[in-house]
């Protein structure tokens, strides 16, 4: 027994990872889509609102989890006004990603990940494993919260009230 706790131990220890406070030079030169087929990348999109908070959702329009999340972030919107939002779409439907912004009425800047969630650097640099992932960046460009699944997750709430 003794042998599985040491080995269960050594494994959580191999398994974790610091969380990043900055994104790979790599994530920062994926080239995103806009809404009206304009081309900018990651680190212009965070440049935009340096000096301002940024939360970034990563989201599908065919994603269930995606679509009973967007209440619970529409409040967060509510309540934290000055927050950039950012949502990255991993759809390689862009008519499908377009149609979901209006349907469900998300505010904030649009872009699309073309290469959608399964490859990419930004997605090998974020890990992606499941959507929607939420990451909060802070004023001065450093990730807060990186790689979250829950929009009201406590992490979320804290680094969007930290001043």
């Excluded at 995103?32 to 081309?39: A, F, H, M, Q, V």
Aim: glycine residues 4%; hydrophobic residues 40%; charged residues 25%.
């Amino acid at each position: 027994m003794k042998k599985v706790v040491v080995l269960f131990c050594i494994l959580m220890i191999g398994c974790h990872k610091e969380q990043p406070v900055s994104f790979s030079e790599a994530a920062n030169l994926e080239m995103l889509i806009g809404l009206d087929n304009s081309k900018i990348t990651l680190r212009e999109v965070l440049l935009k609102h340096k000096g301002k908070k940024i939360l970034i959702d990563v989201w599908a329009s065919w994603c269930k989890d995606c679509i009973v999340g967007f209440p619970d972030l529409a409040a967060l919107q509510n309540e934290f006004p000055d927050v950039a939002y950012v949502f990255l779409s991993t759809d390689f439907s862009k008519p499908s990603w377009k149609r979901a912004i209006q349907k469900y009425q998300l505010r904030g800047e649009h872009y699309n990940l073309p290469k959608g969630m399964n490859d990419g650097d930004f997605i090998d640099f974020i890990n992606l494993s499941w959507i929607p992932t939420y990451m909060v960046i802070n004023e001065d460009g450093t990730i807060a919260v990186f790689n979250e699944t829950d929009c009201s997750a406590k992490e979320i709430r804290n680094a969007l009230e930290k001043n």
